[in-house]
Nanobody, 124 residues
Framework: QVQLVESGGGLVQPGGSLRLSCAAS????????IGWFRQAPGKEREGVSC????????YYPDSVKGRFTISRDNAKNTVYLQMNSLKPEDTAVYYC?????????????????WGQGTQVTVSS
């Protein structure tokens, strides 16, 4: 059974950090591009990071560049999202997703498998 499970969300003060994890089971992540997306209430889903499977290239939108870092540990079949200098506007449900392709895209509909999401709340 193909499954992605996110963890690591929670409540953090502005300026704080969180590390999200995305553990895969039922398949290996080696051959998939992995994306992290988020969705806040009333807003569209947006990509916040992606890592390709071909060469490990990473991609970030300007809104999180320099603050978020995606990484993958193929031995643990897990992808991480390190989030630093968090802002209230980062508050959202965060999802990891896989795309059966080497390259990344921000078009979330091209990602076939999704985790259940983990809530991140940035508030004082």
């Amino acid at each position: 059974q193909v499954q992605l499970v996110e963890s690591g969300g929670g409540l953090v003060q502005p300026g704080g950090s969180l590390r999200l994890s995305c553990a895969a089971s039922g398949f290996t992540l080696d051959y998939y591009a992995i994306g992290w997306f988020r969705q806040a209430p009333g807003k569209e889903r947006e990509g916040v990071s992606c890592i390709s499977s071909s060469d490990g290239s990473t991609y970030y939108p300007d809104s999180v560049k320099g603050r978020f870092t995606i990484s993958r540990d193929n031995a643990k079949n897990t992808v991480y999202l390190q989030m630093n200098s968090l802002k209230p506007e980062d508050t959202a449900v965060y999802y990891c997703a896989t795309r059966a392709a080497y390259r990344c895209t921000w078009y979330w509909r091209l990602f076939g498998s999704w985790g259940q999401g983990t809530q991140v709340t940035v508030s004082s």
